[in-house]
């Protein structure tokens, strides 16, 4: 049940072999980046409020090569939910802007590739590979926007040194090409890496210790999906900016929940506004909270915030789904588990759980035996961020 993660150089392998392969040539360059879980700060990036993720040892690599073509072509091998077209091609440098279409993982490359600069960018055959489940909430778009990104850095020699303009450019990819209205997290933690409080306003950043080694975070993934993320997003979003205007504020950022009650008992929000409002402002002050606890070593404490996140996701943010809050029901009865919680968007996807070490093993078991669907365990620690893979005298007889 709980799942081996294949490391970075098996991975480069198994790319390397694959863009072999498929194109008949080695591979020039790669680069890799990876997914993240968000310990805790859930749906506050866009209300300029602060997130604490984790960067993961699940990663996405781009391996490729110019092709001296005037169009780029590239084969995903992710490693779950392919049901979809793995081939995707499109004529570059074009006439007109490049255009979101099918397939529509496709569009998250087409946007880097055009918002990169277009016209600086070749053409080149590439493989996607990863081990980011889809749809499970840990940043998969990012990982292959970063990856992609930092791959036509070394495809072209156009560095870029600004971590926040690459991660600015990386996430106005998915806004404008995948259509989804995200934040900034998943793009900067994809990037610089490690375990780290992020301000969401300002994007200055703080990088926090690492968990103690009697410690382990558990990410389980129900391996659900409601479909109902991207949608359902946009419509919280919708809300945040409802409650924030009603309040003549910037953002949910800005205010108190004692402003958010007053403005309900003077019947200026309705029911549904002002629990959306609860969730961002009290989740906002429990991630910085949690900040603070990962610097005093006071671990029960960040584990009650994980725990206080999730109700406030599944009662007042209405994120979470049946199966979500039964992996996180199990884990809370497990003598050893600190904290639980829904991580990413909701409406299925994964959960993450602060455990002790010694109690990883009953967790595992105590899901098995209690959860009805299927679900995948990961066991994992901070992982450094997005960088280029070096391929000279790397060889595929490893």
């Known amino acids: 049940m709980a799942e081996d993660i294949l490391s970075e150089k098996e ?62 072509r590239i084969r995903t091998f992710a490693e779950k939910g392919t049901d979809y077209p793995r081939f995707a091609e499109f004529v570059i440098p074009s006439e007109s802007p490049l255009k979101p279409g099918v397939p529509k993982w496709a569009n998250y490359i087409k946007g880097v590739v055009s918002l990169f600069s277009e016209s600086l960018v070749p053409g080149f055959d590439a493989v996607i590979i990863s081990t980011i489940p889809l749809g499970g909430g ?55 890496g490690g375990t780290m409080l992020i301000d969401c306003r300002t994007l200055e950043f703080k990088r926090l210790p690492e968990f103690k080694n009697t410690l382990e975070v558990a990410i389980i993934d129900t391996n659900v999906n409601h479909d109902l993320t991207r949608k359902e997003y946009a419509v919280r979003q919708s809300q945040c900016r409802k409650t924030a205007d009603i309040l003549r504020k910037r953002s949910l950022r800005d205010t108190t929940i004692d402003e958010l009650n007053d403005a309900k008992d003077r019947g200026r929000l309705d029911d549904v506004i002002f629990r959306r409002g609860r969730h961002v402002i009290s989740e906002i002050e429990r991630t910085k909270s949690a900040s603070d606890c990962l610097f005093s070593g006071d671990m ?50 994964c959960t993450v759980t602060l455990v002790n070490r010694s109690a990883t093993s009953k967790l595992i078991e105590e899901v098995k035996a209690n959860y009805s669907g299927t679900s995948t365990v990961y066991i994992v620690n901070p992982f450094k961020g997005t960088r280029e893979m070096v391929l000279d005298g790397f060889t595929t007889d490893l």
């Open 11 to 72: 991975l480069l392998l198994k790319a390397v072999k694959s863009f072999e392969k498929e194109f008949g040539v080695p591979p020039k360059t790669a680069a890799c980046a990876p997914g993240r879980v968000n310990l805790i700060g859930e749906h506050t990036d866009y209300n300029d409020g602060f997130v604490l993720p984790m960067a993961l040892p699940l990663l996405t690599i781009v391996a490729g090569r110019k092709n001296n073509l005037n169009r780029c």
């Open 138 to 192: 840990l940043a998969s778009s990012a990982a292959l926007e970063v990856s992609t990104h930092t791959f036509l850095e070394n495809l072209t020699g156009k560095f870029t040194n600004n971590n926040q303009m690459k991660a600015l450019i990386c996430r106005k990819a998915e806004n404008d090409y995948a259509g989804v209205p995200c934040g900034i997290m998943d793009q900067y933690i994809s990037i610089i």
């Open 300 to 349: 029960i404490t960040f584990g009650k915030l994980m725990f206080d996140s999730h109700t406030s996701q599944s009662n007042d943010f209405e994120v979470s789904c049946a199966e979500v809050d039964k992996i996180v029901e199990i884990a809370k009865r497990v003598n050893g588990v600190l904290g639980s919680r829904l991580t990413g968007g909701g409406f299925g996807g």
